[in-house]
């Protein structure tokens, strides 16, 4: 039986912080362990390239839905 996996969509920073109306500092600081904001729960980057990351929006979503403070 083979079963038929959704696609994964990846969002950069952009989308990223429209969909969670935050600054790109706020997102870096959350998921900096050194920082005050840091939060263990935050999804994730994943490394697109040499300079680039992006999210899985699935993951993204998920956390807002755990009821995750954005702030």
Do not use: C
């Not at 706020?26 to 920082?35: A, D, G, V």
């Not at 263990?40 to 993951?59: C, N």
């Amino acid at each position: 039986m083979h079963t038929i996996n959704p696609p994964v969509t990846i969002i950069r920073m952009q989308q990223l912080r429209q969909k969670l109306s935050i600054s790109r500092s706020s997102i870096y600081e959350k998921i900096n362990p050194r920082s005050p904001r840091y939060d263990a729960t935050f999804p994730k980057p994943i490394k697109l390239g040499a300079a680039a990351v992006g999210w899985v929006e699935s993951e993204v979503d998920q956390w807002i839905m755990n009821g995750a403070s954005v702030l």
